[in-house]
């Protein structure tokens, strides 16, 4: 399996024919060296030359590259949240006043992760849920990713919207009202339940991240568990299908070494602990365990030759524990 995931904060990376600005405005960013997450304010006009997008070109080229030696490729379209590039190639899909001055996000701070989770967003990074018109973009964007992308599933994203904007604003309080929703999770599950009927009616199943579960997501929804395991085990006993993706083993971003001789990150996963990834942990229903995954998030990781170091070899002990039984494992010197 390929996980592809195609939209984020930083870009949109896929040519929709039929929302061309996405691609015109959302692959383009500011290009700026340093460390990320700690650049300023951008500079007026400030030139918007790093990005690129794969057209329904190179896609066809690439499945078909990956079917021929038996890959599969899952398309990731991250909402409601990681929708800046989105915004700010069409500011009507957000519910937040300025949307229109967004820009992709080049690397300077816009969540404040301090208070724990979920994250309180410095500007809007969202879809709004309590916006009619994003459900026509999701109709829009859902009918070219199934065409282009034949794998049952297709990834919703998911993870990682921030709530303090959705909480202030009067029309999710109207949508929350007419709808008799409680909480903003709930408001969350509002938007995850109509993407789904969107995803069904192309013929596809629905994929998301862990939060997903939180507002109450419909069972037919699979989940991918990233933040540890214990969503993933609750999901598979609930009887949705899993994807097992914990940060705990399976975060291929995060540092394999010490801080003094890697490129710093916010945390460290190292080879012994990628080896121990075991995606049937203790509680989880093994009918409802689909497998599991390798992240390798490129926010920071600048060229090709850094993508191999960061994968390998921590990618070979992840295959090889989702591929071996326990048992042929921990035989092996660590
Ligand atoms: C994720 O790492 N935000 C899924």
């Known amino acids: 399996?390929?996980?592809?995931h195609l939209t984020d904060d930083e870009g949109w990376r896929l040519e929709i024919k039929s929302l061309p600005k996405l691609t015109e405005v959302g692959a383009w960013r500011i290009d700026r060296t340093g460390t990320f997450n700690s650049f300023g304010a951008p500079e007026p006009n400030e030139p918007k030359t790093y990005g690129g997008f794969y057209t329904h070109e190179d896609i066809k080229e690439l499945v078909q590259y990956a079917s021929e030696r038996f890959v599969n490729i899952i398309p990731e379209i991250d909402v409601?949240?990681?929708?800046?590039a989105a915004v700010a190639a069409y500011p009507e899909l957000s519910c937040t006043p300025g949307a229109d001055k967004y820009q992709p996000r080049y690397g300077q701070p816009i969540m404040d992760w301090s208070?724990?989770?979920?994250?309180?967003?410095l500007l809007d990074n969202t879809l709004c849920p309590a916006n009619e018109k994003i459900y026509g973009f999701m109709d829009k964007v859902l009918t070219e990713v199934a065409q282009l992308f034949p794998f049952e599933y297709i990834h919703l994203g998911g993870d990682e919207a921030p709530h303090n904007f959705w909480e202030k604003n009067a029309?999710?309080?109207?949508?929350?009202?007419r709808e008799g929703l409680k909480t903003i999770p709930q408001v969350q599950a509002y938007f995850e339940k109509r993407v789904e009927t969107?995803?069904?009616?192309?013929?596809?199943?629905m994929m998301g991240w862990d939060e997903v579960l939180e507002g109450g997501v419909s069972?037919?929804?699979?989940?991918?568990?990233?933040?540890?395991?214990?969503?993933g085990i609750e999901a598979s006993q609930k009887g949705h299908y899993v994807v097992m993706s914990p940060t705990t083993f399976a975060y291929i971003d995060y540092?394999?070494?010490?801080?003094?001789v890697e490129s710093p990150v916010y945390a460290k996963l190292l080879l012994n602990q990628s080896y121990k990834f075991n995606p049937l942990p203790k509680g989880a229903n093994a009918k409802y365990i689909l497998g599991g995954q390798a992240n390798l998030w490129t926010e920071q990781v600048y060229t090709m030759r850094y993508a191999e170091y960061m994968t390998w070899p921590r990618g070979f002990a992840i295959a090889e524990s989702l591929w071996s039984s326990?048992?042929?494992?921990?035989?092996?010197?660590?």
């Open 1 to 4: 399996m390929l996980h592809f």
């Open 80 to 84: 409601p949240g990681h929708s800046l």
């Open 115 to 121: 208070h724990g989770a979920p994250p309180i967003a």
């Open 171 to 177: 029309q999710v309080q109207a949508l929350m009202k």
């Open 198 to 205: 969107i995803v069904k009616a192309k013929g596809k199943k």
């Open 219 to 231: 069972p037919s929804t699979a989940i991918m568990s990233w933040r540890g395991e214990k969503a």
């Open 255 to 260: 540092m394999q070494g010490d801080v003094s």
């Open 326 to 334: 326990e048992e042929k494992r921990t035989g092996m010197a660590l």
